[in-house]
């Protein structure tokens, strides 16, 4: 693998300079932002997965700035792995914290995403117009999944689901978007993406902050 292989595959970059994408590099102040305001709210809570979780969404924004810069294999990489990261600690609290799981079947049941995400992800891939984008549509259907089986269970913490889940639904919608119609938006709508994610991983956390704030691990 050439680690140092230039990627264009935004409608923003036109050339391999440092600042060829200079909106989707300063959009990625909002998940710094994000992750300052959760600090801020998870703090002292003694909630410590919540505050993994700000540690990784300010990592998120770090990787995303480095590779809208950059543009390099290992700089996609940066900006990949922060993000199943996230996806993975989420899911590992939501099965601990709302579900009870134990913490080995927990991280068992977490695990799973992985042949999950590789079972789904071909199938999103024959969904005309997602392009690279299908491989993120699996989360937003992961959430919605727990959101309908825990309505019962948590109807507020359910609820907060699936908000995230239809922001993430926007934000994937924006970042498809972005190739076909480069020639009506020569800028793009990626930038779409870094805002309204960061908005939704930062709400994910706060829907987690709530839940253990009024419905505590028994």
Known sequence: MDWFQEINGYCERLSPDYWA??????????FLIAAFVMWRRVRGQGTPLAMVLVVILAAIGVGSYLFHTHAQVWAAMADVVPILLYILVYIFAINRDVWHMKPLTAGIVTSLFIPYAAATVPLFQYVP????SAAYVPVPLLILIYAFLLRNRVPDTARGLAIGASILIASITFRALDEPICAQVPLGTHFMW???NATMLGWMIEVYRRHMAHAPQS
């Open 21 to 30: 994408e200079p909106i989707n590099a300063v959009t990625n102040a909002a």
């Open 129 to 132: 117009g997602l392009g690279g």
């Open 194 to 196: 870094h805002i309204l």
